[in-house]
């Protein structure tokens, strides 16, 4: 059986650091077992276009896996080329890169490691706000550069305590982050969600729905993204919907670039009407080097806190995925069956409850 993984290039780091498992020196700690058991375990990052390692791959795996942090793009073309594929494996949360409509027709299966990095993400987002709301990113460039103005970085500095902050998205993330904002006497937490969360739940954290997309951007001062990405939620962000924003507000999005219109918001933040954007997730990835999200500011220089995809992939993350990896595989080889919050797309049927659970 061959085994395609599509992971990314850690060199001189990965070298020196065997715990980055997933990169394609360290293969994700199973190189050793699969072919021990006569597998072949085929590794690259090379993931672009008709001569790359993917493509030329694809075509008889039986099983693939890939990450969020370096996605293999299965598209329903590759997927009639692919005849032997019966199941894909995201070492990590979000199966956005794969044509799920298109592996429910084919009849193949798509998982997911559940759960394996929401900790992660969680503190990257909290992370990511306070850098915003402190004004962190110019302040630091100042220092490097050698100058010391205070009253440069103090005048778009605030605190997070009394601002009203909302997620989009309150599922196993955006709950965790919600969780996390609770010490920091926010003036209101809000919460935009297709399904509300049970009661009990929501008095936990304090946080109060909004049923209204609008209503609910126009009352937070910070919005932070935890949705995935799907046909309902890719360009959700867009120009109409910054209108809404309060004047002056953050946004946070560690779920998916595409659900952020790219040009719509570098225009709002250019303006001032976003005060500041941060978050380690692309349109495309990797990410263009003229991307505009990299070099986007405000109206004041500041306002920007784009890293590369990273949230998810911590050394403590990347254990975790690796052995849900290895988990799902096992299953897999000996048919028994998945644990059910792992399944995206199973014996040709859509689990779009798990697939909402981000």
Do not use: W
């Given at each position: 059986m061959k085994v395609l993984a599509i992971l990314y290039q850690g060199g001189e780091a990965a070298t020196n650091e065997p715990r980055?498992?997933?990169?394609?020196?360290?293969?994700l700690g199973i190189q050793q077992w699969l072919e021990s058991q006569g597998h072949e375990f085929i590794v690259s990052s090379s993931k672009e276009g008709p001569d790359s390692?993917?493509?030329?791959?694809?075509?008889?795996?039986?099983?693939?896996?890939?990450?969020?942090?370096?996605?293999?793009?299965?598209?329903?073309?590759?997927?009639?080329?692919?005849?032997?594929?019966?199941?894909?494996?995201?070492?990590?949360?979000?199966?956005?890169?794969?044509?799920l409509d298109a592996a429910v027709d084919h009849n193949i299966?798509?998982?997911?490691?559940?759960?394996?990095?929401?900790?992660?993400?969680?503190?990257?987002?909290?992370?990511?706000?306070?850098?915003?709301?402190?004004?962190?990113?110019?302040?630091?460039?100042?220092i490097e550069r050698g100058d010391w103005q205070v009253s440069?970085?103090?005048?778009?500095?605030?605190?997070?305590?009394?601002?009203?902050?909302?997620?989009?998205?309150?599922?196993?993330?955006?709950?965790?982050?919600?969780?996390?904002?609770?010490?920091?006497?926010?003036?209101?937490?809000?919460?935009?969600?297709?399904?509300?969360?049970?009661?009990?739940?929501?008095?936990?954290?304090?946080?109060?729905?909004?049923?209204?997309?609008?209503?609910?951007?126009?009352?937070?001062?910070?919005?932070?993204?935890?949705?995935?990405?799907?046909e309902g939620t890719r360009g959700l962000i867009n120009a109409d919907l910054l209108k809404h924003f309060k004047k002056g507000a953050w946004i946070v999005n560690t779920a998916r670039g595409a659900i952020c219109d790219k040009d719509a918001l570098a225009a709002a933040l250019a303006s001032g009407h976003i005060n500041g954007y941060a978050g380690d997730v692309w349109n495309v990835q990797p990410a263009p080097k003229d991307h505009i999200w990299r070099t986007m500011k405000n109206h004041l220089g500041g306002g920007n806190g784009m890293v590369p995809h990273y949230s998810g992939t911590t050394l403590d993350a990347q254990a975790r995925y690796a052995n849900g990896t290895k988990a799902i595989l096992e299953n897999?080889?000996?048919?028994?069956?998945?644990?059910?919050q792992n399944i995206i797309v199973g014996d040709g049927r859509y689990e779009s409850k798990a697939y909402g659970q981000r």
């Open positions: 980055l498992l997933g990169t394609v020196e360290n293969k390692d993917f493509q030329k791959h694809i075509v008889d795996a039986e099983i693939l896996i890939t990450t969020p942090f370096h996605p293999g793009y299965l598209t329903r073309e590759l997927m009639e080329k692919a005849k032997n594929l019966k199941i894909c494996i995201t070492a990590g949360v979000g199966s956005d890169h794969i044509d299966q798509v998982l997911e490691v559940s759960g394996s990095n929401v900790v992660s993400v969680a503190e990257h987002v909290m992370m990511s706000i306070l850098l915003l709301v402190r004004n962190f990113v110019p302040a630091h460039e100042m440069e970085i103090a005048r778009n500095a605030f605190d997070l305590e009394g601002k009203v902050v909302g997620t989009l998205g309150a599922g196993r993330i955006g709950y965790r982050v919600l969780q996390r904002l609770q010490p920091f006497n926010c003036k209101e937490l809000l919460y935009y969600d297709y399904a509300p969360l049970p009661a009990a739940a929501a008095e936990s954290v304090g946080a109060r729905r909004v049923e209204d997309l609008k209503e609910f951007v126009s009352q937070c001062d910070l919005v932070t993204v935890n949705c995935p990405l799907h897999y080889l000996q048919s028994r069956p998945q644990e059910p």
